[in-house]
C-alpha cells in the first residue's frame, strides 16, 4: 500500500453515499440550487467551490445561515473593502457575540441536555457537562468577571491547560465583550509574560498546577512570576485543579463562582469587535499578536469544521492540542457553535502508555480525531497493538495539521487506524487564518499527503516569482481574496502585519508556504518557505529529504535543513533520533545518505547526518527547523517560547 502514497497522481480515498448525503456540503448545495451530481467524481462540488469565490456575498450569507448563525442586529452587508483587502470589514452594522452562538442558543430546546464538553485529566478523571451546564457555568463565570472589575475591551489573560474552567473562561470573557488571551499551559514566567505584558491583560485565570507525564506542573508558580513581570496584570484567579494553592493573593475560582448569578445579559457586540488574541512566534523580534473578531474566528471555526471535517450535530470532535495554540479555541468554537461535543484531555498523548489517544476515542465515542503527523510518527515505534485493542468504531473522521506528513506515517494512520475506510482531512493554514487554507472534502477523491480543495471561500493560488498563477509547478502559496476570520492585523503592530503577509505582490496575501498545485486541482505543501532548500537552483521541501530517510527503520525521527554551500547555494544537513536498541556509527549515518541519494539523486546527498537524543518540537509536535538550522550554524535561534524540550536544543551539533 505505500506505493499508493508513493504515487502522488493516486487516490486513495474515495467519496461514498454514507459521506455525502446529509452532509453540511450538500445541504449548502440544495440551498444554494447547486444539484448533486452523483456521476461525477466530485458530486459537483468544483460548481459550489467556484460559486464560493466568484459570488462571495450569496456564499456567505447561505453558509452562516446552513449554520444556524443569530444576530442580535442583521449586517447591510456581508463586507466593505473601501481600505482594501488588507483591512476589510466584515457584516457592517451586524453585532452578534461568539458565545451566544456557541452555547446559548443551544439552551433554548432538546440540545440543552445534550453533551457539550468532555474533559479527561491524565490522571483518569472525567468531567461531562451538557449545554444547560456550559450555560449556567459560563453565566457564573461572566458575573465573577464583572465582578471583578473586567469590562468590555479588557483584556484576560487564559494559562491554563485543557480543563473545563478553561472553555467556560474564554466564553465567559466573550460574553462580556472583553479579549481573551489564550497563553499555552507549557510557557515559563517569561514567554507568557511576555504576552500578557503586550496585550496589557489586567486579569490572569491559572490553576494552582496540572499533570503532565505523571507529574505535577506548578503552574500558579509560574503565573504570579508571570503577573510580576508582566506588571500590568491586577489580579489572579486560581482554578484548584491539584487542591495545591501555592499561596500568595488571589481569588479561588470555585469559591468565586459559587456566589455568582447564572443569569447574565449577553453582550451584543459589533462584528469587528475583537474576541481573542493570540500570539504566534516568529523567527525574530517579539510574538505576533493576531486579533480576532466575533464574526471572524468563530464563523471560520465552524465554517472549517463544517465544510472539511462535516462535524455534525451532536457528533463528538476531539483534537490533541492545547489552548495556547490555534487548534485550542477552535476546537472549542467551533464544535459548540455546530452543536457537537468538544473533547478536552490534559495530559501527554502517550502516557501512561502508547494507547492513550486511542482509549480516549474510545470511551468518549469520538467521531472525528486530529492529530498531528509527528505524533503518529512518534507513536508508530510501538507497533499496532495499541491500535488493535481499542474499539475505533465510532470514529468517522480522521484529521491532522500542523506540519507536513510523510507517506509512511501517512498510510499508517491510514491503514491501521482507518482501516482504509475513513478520510483523512490534511488541513492547513494558521493562526492569522483562523483556520485553513487548504483542505479535504468528503465530496471529492483524497490522494496521499495532500489536499484535494481549498477552502470554499479561499481564493487560494500557487504563485511563481514574478506572481503569475502557475498549474504543476512549486511556487508561493497565496490567496487573493478576503475571508472572514483573517486576523484584523497585529496587536499593536499594524505594520509588521503588513510586512509579514501583503508586502510581497500588491494586494495579495502571501502566506510564507511553498505549496504546487495539479490540474485535477489537488495540493501538496513543501515546508515553509524559510524553511525549504534550494540546491543547485532546485527547490526542495524538508519532508522530500525527511520521508526519503524516515524509510530506514533504524530512524525514529528525522529534521532535513538547509546550510550554505559554495558551488550548490544550499545543502541539506540531516538530524535523526535513533529508534531503541540502535547505535550511532559512521556506517549508518552513510547508510541514511545513501538512501536519500537513491530517493532523490545525487544533487541532494547530505552535507553531513547527525545522530542526536531528540528534536526540539513545540508541544502539539511539530518540530522547528528554523531552531534547528539557526543553532546548528550558531545563529540567534528567535523566539523560543513555543518548545516544549528547549533541552533539546543543548545536543544540536554546531556546523564545522
Not at 339 to 367: F, K, M, N
Request: proline share 6%; glycine share 10%; with cysteine.
Amino acid at each position: 500500500m505505500a506505493s499508493a502514497a508513493d504515487d502522488p497522481q493516486s487516490a486513495i480515498w474515495f467519496p461514498s453515499e454514507a459521506y455525502i448525503r446529509g452532509s453540511h456540503l450538500e445541504r449548502l448545495m440544495n440551498a444554494l440550487g447547486i444539484a448533486l451530481d452523483p456521476t461525477a467524481p466530485d458530486y459537483g462540488y468544483g460548481e459550489l467551490y467556484r460559486l464560493s469565490i466568484n459570488d462571495p456575498d450569496r456564499f456567505w450569507r447561505t453558509t452562516f445561515e446552513q449554520l444556524g448563525i443569530e444576530w442580535h442586529t442583521p449586517y447591510r452587508e456581508v463586507v466593505d473593502l473601501s481600505a482594501g483587502p488588507q483591512w476589510p470589514r466584515w457584516f457592517p452594522g451586524g453585532k452578534l457575540n461568539l458565545t451566544h452562538n456557541a452555547v446559548y442558543r443551544h439552551t433554548r430546546g432538546s440540545r440543552a441536555s445534550q453533551t457539550a464538553l468532555i474533559w479527561e485529566g491524565e490522571d483518569g478523571l472525567t468531567v461531562s457537562l451538557s449545554y444547560a451546564d456550559v450555560g449556567d457555568f459560563v453565566a457564573r463565570a461572566a458575573n465573577m468577571l464583572r465582578e471583578l472589575g473586567v469590562r468590555k475591551g479588557d483584556r484576560v489573560g487564559i494559562y491554563l491547560p485543557m480543563i473545563p474552567e478553561t472553555a467556560i473562561s474564554a466564553l465567559a470573557i466573550a460574553q462580556i465583550g472583553a479579549i481573551f488571551i489564550p497563553i499555552f499551559s507549557g510557557y515559563a514566567a517569561e514567554a507568557a509574560a511576555v504576552r500578557l505584558r503586550d496585550a496589557g491583560a489586567k486579569l490572569l485565570i491559572t490553576a494552582d498546577g496540572f499533570y503532565r507525564r505523571g507529574q505535577t506542573v506548578p503552574l500558579e508558580k509560574f503565573a504570579r512570576e508571570a503577573a510580576r513581570l508582566a506588571g500590568c496584570v491586577e489580579q489572579i484567579v486560581i482554578v484548584r485543579r491539584l487542591g495545591a494553592h501555592g499561596g500568595g493573593e488571589g481569588f479561588f475560582w470555585d469559591r468565586l463562582i459559587a456566589r455568582q448569578s447564572p443569569c447574565i445579559e449577553v453582550e451584543p457586540t459589533d462584528a469587528m469587535d475583537p474576541c481573542l488574541v493570540i500570539y504566534t512566534s516568529g523567527t525574530t523580534g517579539r510574538p505576533k499578536g493576531t486579533v480576532h473578531y466575533h464574526a471572524g474566528f468563530p464563523l471560520k471555526a465552524s465554517q472549517d469544521l463544517a465544510h472539511l471535517f462535516d462535524l455534525r450535530e451532536g457528533e463528538v470532535l476531539f483534537w490533541f492540542t492545547d489552548m495556547g495554540w490555534m487548534m485550542g479555541p477552535w476546537l472549542i468554537v467551533g464544535a459548540l457553535t455546530l452543536g457537537a461535543t468538544a473533547v478536552l484531555y490534559e495530559g501527554a498523548p502517550d502516557y501512561p502508555a502508547p494507547d492513550r489517544v486511542w482509549s480516549i476515542v474510545e470511551r468518549h465515542r469520538v467521531t472525528h480525531a486530529g492529530l498531528s503527523p509527528t505524533l503518529v510518527r512518534g507513536l508508530m515505534p510501538h507497533g499496532t497493538e495499541h491500535v488493535a485493542r481499542h474499539d475505533l468504531s465510532s470514529l468517522r473522521i480522521l484529521g491532522a495539521t500542523g506540519e507536513l506528513w510523510n507517506p509512511e506515517a501517512y498510510m499508517w494512520l491510514f491503514e491501521n487506524v482507518g482501516r482504509r475506510k475513513l478520510p483523512i482531512i490534511n488541513y492547513s493554514g494558521g493562526t492569522e487564518i483562523a483556520g485553513g487554507i487548504l483542505g479535504c472534502v468528503v465530496m471529492r477523491p483524497i490522494k496521499a499527503c495532500g489536499f484535494n480543495s481549498a477552502v470554499p471561500g479561499m481564493r487560494a493560488v500557487v504563485l511563481n516569482e514574478r506572481g503569475a498563477p502557475v498549474v504543476g509547478e512549486v511556487g508561493e502559496l497565496a490567496v487573493m481574496n478576503a475571508w472572514p476570520g483573517m486576523t484584523n492585523g497585529f496587536w499593536n503592530d499594524p505594520e509588521r502585519y503588513l510586512e509579514t503577509y501583503w508586502s510581497r505582490f500588491d494586494g495579495v496575501w502571501v502566506h510564507g508556504d511553498f505549496a504546487s498545485v495539479d490540474s485535477d486541482g489537488h495540493w501538496m505543501l513543501y515546508g515553509r518557505s524559510d524553511d525549504t532548500l534550494k540546491i543547485a537552483g532546485k527547490r526542495v521541501g524538508p519532508a522530500e529529504i525527511e520521508a526519503a530517510a524516515s524509510e530506514l527503520e533504524a530512524l525514529r525521527e528525522v529534521a532535513a535543513v538547509g546550510v550554505p554551500h559554495p558551488t550548490k547555494g544550499e545543502a541539506p544537513v540531516v538530524f535523526a533520533v535513533l529508534r531503541d536498541g540502535e547505535t550511532a556509527a559512521p556506517a549508518l549515518a552513510a547508510k541514511v545518505s545513501d538512501q536519500i541519494v537513491a530517493a532523490l539523486g545525487k544533487p541532494l546527498r547530505p552535507e553531513r547526518v547527525y545522530f542526536v537524543a531528540e528534536l526540539p518540537k513545540t508541544r502539539n509536535a511539530k518540530i522547528m527547523r528554523r531552531v534547528i538550522r539557526a543553532v546548528h550554524l550558531g545563529r540567534d535561534p528567535g523566539d523560543l517560547s513555543a518548545l516544549e524540550n528547549p533541552g533539546a536544543i543543548a545536543g544540536i551539533p554546531r556546523a564545522e
